[in-house]
């Protein structure tokens, strides 16, 4: 049973700094493809960044030069650096826990391909 604990959003201000953090209790965590979500009022859950099992990375284009995604095998947890925040970045953020078998090439922003989420944390950037 794959368990995730997000953590670490907070009200900044444009221009600052936060990263997350997403505790796993998974086996074979190494093996996962791991990503970050986010769902601001009233949009749809959209794909962020995500890692695979060998440390490749792929990120939204929104967020590119800004974010970066990066994982602890040892610790099994997730992160999500977030430099130069905009207020456009202003939502809830979910850790998700996709394939075992790591990230199928080209399509990692598909939801239905992460069967495990975190529960949650708010980011909020203001101008």
């Known amino acids: 049973q794959v368990q995730l604990a997000d953590s670490g959003g907070d009200s900044v201000e444009a221009g600052g700094s936060l990263r997350l953090s997403c505790a796993a209790s998974?086996?074979?965590?190494?093996?996962?493809?791991m990503a970050w979500y986010r769902q601001a009022p009233g949009k749809e859950r959209e794909g962020v960044a995500a890692?695979?099992?060998?440390?490749?990375?792929s990120y939204a284009d929104s967020v590119k030069g800004r974010f970066t995604i990066a994982k602890d095998n040892a610790k099994k947890t997730l992160y999500l650096q977030m430099n130069s925040l905009k207020p456009e970045d202003t939502a809830m953020y979910y850790c998700?826990?996709?394939?075992?078998?790591?990230?199928?090439?080209?399509?990692?922003?598909?939801?239905?391909?992460?069967?495990?989420w975190g529960q949650g944390t708010q980011v909020t950037v203001s101008s």
């Open positions: 998700a826990a996709g394939p075992v078998s790591g990230c199928p090439g080209g399509i990692w922003y598909v939801r239905s391909l992460y069967a495990h």
């Open positions: 890692i695979d099992s060998d440390g490749s990375t």
């Open positions: 998974a086996p074979s965590y190494s093996s996962y493809c």
